[in-house]
């Protein structure tokens, strides 16, 4: 069966500081994988997703950028947090068929930035 | 530009009602649509999903329909229960084959 793991699971970094969150998917291959951060008030944003290793498409402009060194890795980052990254940020996943195929989420990541 | 749109955004009911929850698109060509649990502080749990090609889809005491022409969903709980106290999302999924989200409605439901 796939699985995915998301971690850290909280993280409290003071602004200016560099980010790093990790996500691996398991029992699968080729999967889109995608990274969403959610915000009280907000609802989900998508910020990047990847149909493919070294295949990254940004969504919106921000001070995160992510990666796809492996198949089922996908890491996000940062090299300075500001304030406002702070968030709950969820790597998801599915198995790039269009129809008839639902996403997978990730436990989460929780960050504040101080 | 896909907005998905929930209305209301919180809703706290006594225990055994039956619900209806809404969810409304402005694009009408999509591929699927779904719907999503969200408990406190945790991950987004899949609990139907809806190919375009379809009108509903039930899976124990919930029943999700699509009307695509109209651009809405709902999401039809029955006999409801304190442990499905939970945020419900519901996203669409175009072209782009990325899920578009609602901003969600959080639903208590009291014992």
């Known amino acids: 069966s796939q699985t995915i793991h998301q971690w850290p699971a909280t993280l409290v970094q003071p602004v200016g500081s560099p980010l790093s969150l990790e996500c691996t998917v398991e029992g699968t291959s080729n999967p889109n994988l995608y990274w969403y951060r959610q915000a009280a008030g907000r609802g989900l944003q998508l910020l990047f997703y990847?149909?493919?290793?070294?295949?990254i498409s940004s969504e919106v402009p921000q001070n995160l950028s992510a990666s796809r060194p492996q198949d089922r890795q996908f890491i996000l980052s940062s090299k300075k947090l500001l304030l406002s990254d702070s968030g709950f940020y969820l790597c998801a996943w599915d198995p790039r068929v269009l129809s008839g195929n639902t996403i997978y989420f990730g436990e989460g990541s929780w960050l504040t930035v101080v | 530009k896909q907005e998905v749109t929930q209305i209301p955004a919180a809703l706290s009911v006594p225990e055994g009602e039956n619900l209806v929850l809404n969810c409304s698109f402005t694009d009408s060509a999509i591929y699927n649509l779904q719907w999503f649990r969200q408990d406190p502080g945790k991950g987004l749990t899949s609990l139907l999903l809806?190919?375009?090609?379809?009108r509903e889809q039930t899976s124990g005491r919930l029943n999700a329909s699509l009307d695509k022409s109209s651009g809405r969903s709902t999401l039809y709980i029955a006999a409801s229960q304190p442990g499905d106290s939970a945020t419900y999302l519901c996203a669409v999924q175009g072209g782009s084959e990325k899920l578009v989200f609602g901003k969600g409605m959080k639903l208590t439901v009291n014992p």
């Open positions: 809806i190919q375009s090609s379809q």
């Open positions: 990847s149909v493919g290793i070294g295949q």
